[in-house]
Nanobody, 124 residues
Framework: QVQLVESGGGSVQAGGSLRLSCVASGFTFSNYVMAWFRQASGKEREFVATISQSGGNTYYADSVKGRFTISRDNAKNTVYLQMNSLTPEDTAPYYC?????????????????WGQGTQVTVSS
């Protein structure tokens, strides 16, 4: 049974930091590209960041570049998202996703597996 379980969300003030984690099970984690998406209220699910199977390549949305860092630990079947300099515009539930295609893809519909999400709320 495939599972992606996110944690680490919470409420912070603008300028603060959070670190999200996503633990995977039920599939060969190291064979999958991993990504983070978010979906603000009333908006479509938005790409945030992706990381290659080995962790050697990363790609970010322009809106988070320089503030967020995606990483992974294949020994722990875990992907992380370190979020710094948070702003109210970063408020959303954040979802991790797994893609069997080795390319870094930003379209949420192509991803194979999804977590249930973890809420991030940033107050001004």
């Amino acid at each position: 049974q495939v599972q992606l379980v996110e944690s680490g969300g919470g409420s912070v003030q603008a300028g603060g930091s959070l670190r999200l984690s996503c633990v995977a099970s039920g599939f060969t984690f190291s064979n999958y590209v991993m990504a983070w998406f978010r979906q603000a209220s009333g908006k479509e699910r938005e790409f945030v960041a992706t990381i290659s199977q080995s962790g050697g390549n990363t790609y970010y949305a322009d809106s988070v570049k320089g503030r967020f860092t995606i990483s992974r630990d294949n020994a722990k079947n875990t992907v992380y998202l370190q979020m710094n300099s948070l702003t109210p515009e970063d408020t959303a539930p954040y979802y991790c996703a797994a893609d069997s295609n080795p390319r870094a893809r930003t379209t949420w519909r192509v991803y194979d597996y999804w977590g249930q999400g973890t809420q991030v709320t940033v107050s001004s």
